[in-house]
């Protein structure tokens, strides 16, 4: 049999609509073998209770009123909605739409002799006529721009439910950060307030030598403007934590007065240890990174939907109809029409093409953006690697900077009392502890800090696949 030297445009445009949507571009980006950072691989990956790993029963609670009452995450949860509409309307198309109509008129001739517009005339002055319709219209996706279009729809929503994770993650990452310097904020307080009665109580062995005669009144001043800097810190520390209470009840979408008091010590929270995996791995389990692929995926099908635009429309109609001047006879003559249109753009002064080019160009522009969401989440990883591994090495000696500095100041106060000492060296010894102690407090929220940002950075938990 000999082969037919042409291929009818049916059989080509079949040929082209068998052809799926277009994968999106590869990022054409490695990951490196290994984190740079010390990671801890044998350590469990993070899972999506993270937060639990702190051991705080308060922490818990605050997150899973933020869960249920963010308006941040309602107006997420309301965009994925918002996507699954769009998808089933994009994907319409791909079947035949069905419509049915049922009319019915009246028309009387109030005087004259009509005219040929009119069903009533001067003999019969009144016609009244009732008509059911059945009607398809079905449009033959030749180029698969109408399954392009469900495509992207579909990617779309993909990409709305990864943000809706995304946002999930972050704001359950800032509750934990502002109950963290929440905690770390009262400890600091306490340490004001202790080191204020230690303060106050040399200041009562200075007035007391001042009165002996046995101090001067330089060092009963010096020691009078100490109290005074710690008094003052008493307030401002107040000020810090009033204003995180603040931060951390708009989180959870309550006003501040109905946030609970903290009950718990920063001290008694756990260190958790975090496995990192591999960097190969972090692409499946941040959302973030998924949305953006999610998105070049809709791109891509939008650059073949804008494709089939440029190529000829073939639309087919179907119509069963009936009609009879009284409703009873309305199914007496029945009636069907067939038709078949076929549309094709020939002059647009160039709107097609340019279409296509700023379809092409959106591609281009979320391909850069997903490269750049992976580069920049394992520099998240990265940076919390390292920021744990330099709090880890600065808390060791800054408790035992601590413990000498408490043992300087008891020494120094004892020797004082026992005219022994000058009070330059208490004051020096106070000056330092105070120091010390702070440093303690902002290092202990720094490593717990360092956690919270290294399981954000590893995705919380979020594996791709299992929503």
Not at 366 to 393: H, P, T
Not at 451 to 465: E, F, I, N, T
Request: overall charge negative; aromatic content about 4%.
């Amino acid at each position: 049999m000999p082969i037919p030297s042409r291929i009818s445009l049916l059989t080509l445009s079949l040929c082209l609509a068998a052809c799926s949507t277009p994968a999106p571009p590869a990022s054409d980006i490695t990951p490196p073998q290994a984190w740079q950072g010390p990671a801890q691989p044998a350590q469990a990956l993070p899972d999506t209770q993270w937060w639990q790993a702190f051991a705080s029963p308060e922490l818990d609670r605050l997150i899973e009123r933020a869960r249920l009452n963010s308006h941040d995450l309602a107006a997420a949860t309301a965009r994925v909605r918002q996507a699954q509409a769009n998808a089933v309307i994009a994907g319409a198309p791909l079947l035949p739409e069905l419509q049915l109509g049922l009319d019915g008129s009246r028309q009387r001739l109030l005087r004259g002799e009509g005219n040929d517009q009119l069903d009533a005339s001067s003999s019969e002055r009144t016609s009244t006529s009732f008509d059911m319709q059945l009607a398809a219209s079905y449009e033959i996706d030749f180029w698969g721009g109408l399954r392009a279009t469900r495509a992207s729809a579909l990617r779309s929503l993909d990409a709305s439910r990864f943000d809706r994770q995304t946002v999930e993650l972050t704001l359950l990452g800032a509750v934990a950060e502002s109950y963290l310097q929440g905690l770390a904020l009262d400890e600091q307080l306490r340490i004001a307030r202790l080191n204020l009665e230690n303060a106050q109580d040399v200041l009562g062995v200075v007035e007391a030598r001042e009165r002996a005669g046995s101090a001067t009144r330089l060092e009963l001043a010096q020691q009078r403007s100490l109290v005074a800097a710690q008094q003052r810190q008493l307030p401002l520390l107040a000020q810090r934590v009033q204003d995180n209470r603040v931060t951390l009840a708009t989180l959870l979408g309550d006003p501040v007065q109905q946030l609970p008091a903290t009950q718990q010590s920063i001290n008694t929270l756990r260190w958790p240890g975090i496995g990192s995996g591999v960097p190969s791995e972090l692409l499946g389990r941040r959302p973030d990174i998924a949305a953006a692929e999610a998105r070049l995926a809709a791109a891509s099908a939008n650059v073949q939907v804008a494709r089939a635009a440029m190529l000829p429309r073939l639309v087919l109609g179907a119509n069963l109809g009936s009609g009879a001047r009284t409703l009873a006879n309305v199914l007496d003559s029945p009636y069907y029409t067939l038709t078949a249109g076929l549309t094709a753009p020939i002059f647009n002064n160039g709107r097609l093409r340019a279409e296509r080019e700023l379809a092409s160009a959106e591609q281009q522009e979320l391909l850069e953006d997903y490269r750049a969401s992976i580069v920049n989440g394992f520099a998240d990883v990265e940076k919390a690697l390292n920021a744990i591994s330099g709090v880890e090495r600065q808390r060791q000696w800054q408790d035992e900077e601590v413990a000498q500095a408490r043992i300087a100041f008891d020494l120094a106060e004892q020797r004082y009392r026992a005219g022994a000492e000058t009070l330059l060296s208490v004051l020096e010894t106070q000056r330092t502890l105070y120091l010390a102690e702070d440093e303690q407090a902002q290092l202990r929220l720094a490593r717990l800090q360092g956690s919270v940002a290294l399981y954000k950075a590893l995705g919380g938990g979020w594996q791709a696949g299992a929503m």
